[in-house]
């Protein structure tokens, strides 16, 4: 059985009214090493110390102003998200010059002495990459190097797009004259500016893309990034019946099972099994088994209604007693997920591993009986850890998960109850894309009480092994209603670097009436007087979650630290309106993010 201590539980009613900004600790400006601010600005200033101070972006490189959609006309790239972005010294700065190795340090580019309000400050070797989407004519702009180097540096720009090499600057260096950029990208899919260090080195190689402009851009509307187009098998696939699977070894096969009661495939062996290449589907669950030592990749899972009055669609994973669990590459849609409780395993090898898997729409609605659905829901959970006490090694990460409303019903995207890794190797759970989790009329139901990670779950219930040792970071969640993310017991739980945002709104436009807080950190159970809550700690995540106000206008509900002090720190409130436009450029990061990563999600 899947658990749920927290039915009919929700933050709303004691966090309504909370109207908290996020902690932060702004770092203390540095003096130089004289104790003095440089005047000079000869280049001169600019010192190498021998160090990498290379830089690559970690989100769209639009934390602390306001995020824009891609709109009508010409659009300044200076305003748009960044798909990915690495600079040689320090980062890339926004409307600025690169400066030196930290953020924010650089002055107003300038170009032969004339002023820039718009534009990037790069230093070479540096590429950045935007999402055209088709729908530009031309990207124009002025380069150069930027004068706060006098006359040092030599470099190059390039402009490319998808991946062919559309100009080229020939050497450039701080006494050449600004050029002109003007090429077609029409029909381009992305738009890659490059600097290099022409060859030579990169000292003073501080160049800048001044007014660089997508031109002509035609956008059409569209309220949501897209759900993951499933790869459904070809209308000849053939379905055999059940599989039962007695002995270790590869299985590739198209399985289904129409009745609830039975699995479309049963695991009856601890011996490995390795399920690849393969269609499943059924009105029960997909694949099921007691102390496994299970590899499912590759492969697609479909629920289906199961047509029994008040029953959910089947899991895809039920494991049980497990003994090992990969689940690598596979795509789900309309399951309940993936489902582990107590864990067996002795041999150091053996773990969960949750990674690069696509899935679309985690379905606990209950079946009416005649191919609908009740307004009720069964509380499932994209992955759920229930007692998976002192286990090493354990990962779901890299996972793209979207729940749309109205199809699809969960509780958290990731629950971990009473569960822990160990203080040498803690639970990873990184890199995820969680978008979506709803009541089933979220414009009208308020007491939904999903999300998208939660974390300790399980205390009550479990004192003696209350959840402990999880690193969460490098994720991103949106619009996941009553949290984005959760502390509720136990200890040495860290999150960290994870962006968490939520317009408020449905896709249509409506309230989602179970909004709540993006990141909320509380000991539910008292687990202090027990000596099991400590080392709790959230830090340098980017936040925006938004509440809508009856008379439409909006606030940043984004923390409620109701048992953190300084163990929070330094998380960075959004700059300005996070809306169904800032969602759409999550994902658009996301995809980014993933492919800049050489890894592929979903079966290959």
């Not at 005649?370 to 990962?395: H, M, S, T």
């Amino acid at each position: 059985m899947s658990y749920s201590p927290r039915t009919a539980f929700s933050l709303t009613a004691l966090a309504l009214t909370l109207t908290l900004a996020a902690c932060s600790q702004p770092a203390a400006p540095q003096a130089n090493a004289g104790g003095q601010a440089s005047s000079q600005q000869d280049g001169r200033q600019f010192g190498y110390d021998g160090k990498d101070r290379s830089w690559t972006s970690t989100d769209n490189g639009l934390t602390t102003l306001t995020a824009q959609a891609l709109g009508n006309g010409d659009n300044l790239v200076s305003d748009l998200p960044w798909l990915s972005a690495t600079s040689g010294w320090g980062p890339i700065e926004r409307n600025m010059s690169n400066g030196e190795a930290g953020s924010g340090d650089g002055r107003t580019l300038t170009l032969n002495g004339r002023a820039y309000a718009t534009g990037l400050g790069v230093h070479a070797n540096s590429s950045v990459t935007f999402a055209l989407n088709g729908q530009c004519e031309r990207f124009t702009g002025d380069i150069g190097m930027d004068d706060e180097i006098d006359d040092r540096g030599s470099v190059v720009f390039q402009v490319y797009a998808d991946g062919v090499k559309l100009y080229d600057s020939g050497r450039m260096t701080g006494t050449t004259a600004a050029k002109w950029v003007d090429v077609n990208i029409t029909g381009r899919k992305e738009l890659k500016l490059v600097v290099t260090d022409a060859g030579d080195n990169y000292y003073s190689d501080h160049a800048d893309w001044t007014q660089p402009t997508l031109r002509g851009c035609k956008v059409q509307s569209q309220p949501t990034p897209p759900a993951p187009t499933p790869p459904a098998p070809s209308g000849n696939v053939q379905y055999v019946g059940p599989l039962v699977i007695t002995k270790g070894g590869t299985y590739r096969g198209n399985w289904q099972s129409l009745n609830p009661d039975v699995p479309a495939v049963f695991v009856h062996t601890s011996e490995p099994v390795v399920i690849e290449g393969s269609n499943i589907r059924g009105t029960g669950h997909l694949i099921r088994g007691w102390g496994m030592n299970l590899t499912v990749r590759n492969s697609n899972g479909y629920g289906m209604n199961p047509n029994i009055y008040g029953r959910a669609a089947g899991r895809f994973i039920v494991a049980e007693e497990l003994n090992s669990l990969r689940v690598e590459n596979n795509y789900l849609e309309g399951t309940t997920g993936i489902y582990t409780n107590e864990f067996y395993g002795k041999d150091a090898s053996q773990t969960i591993k949750v990674l690069r898997n696509r899935v679309k729409n985690i379905d606990g609605r209950q079946s009416n009986g005649n191919g609908g659905y009740l307004d009720a829901r069964a509380y499932v959970q994209f992955v759920q850890l229930a007692k998976i006490w002192d286990v090493p090694g354990i990962e779901i990460a890299w996972n793209e998960v979207i729940n749309e409303p109205g199809v699809s019903s969960l509780e958290e995207n990731i629950n971990l109850y009473s569960a822990s890794g160990t203080a040498a190797s803690r639970i990873q759970i990184h890199d995820n894309f969680l978008q979506g989790a709803y009541a089933i009329n979220p414009a009208t139901d308020g007491s939904y009480s999903g999300g998208g990670i939660m974390l300790g779950d399980g205390v009550a219930d479990n004192w003696d092994h209350p959840g402990s040792y999880v690193d969460v970071y490098n994720n991103q969640i949106v619009s996941t209603s009553n949290q984005g993310i959760g502390i509720s017991g136990g200890h040495n739980h860290n999150v960290y670097g994870n962006r968490v945002l939520s317009s408020g709104r449905l896709p249509d436009g409506q309230v989602n009436k179970a909004q709540n807080v993006g990141i909320y950190v509380w000991d539910t159970v008292n687990g202090k007087s027990r000596n099991l809550w400590y080392n709790n700690t959230v830090h340098d995540n980017v936040i925006g979650w938004t509440r809508v106000n009856a008379n439409n206008s909006t606030w940043q509900n984004n923390t409620w630290f109701a048992d953190c002090t300084n163990l929070c720190y330094n998380n960075k409130t959004w700059s300005g309106a996070v809306t169904n436009a800032t969602e759409q450029q999550e994902f658009q990061l996301w995809q980014g993010k993933f492919r800049a990563a050489g890894l592929s999600v979903g079966p290959n």
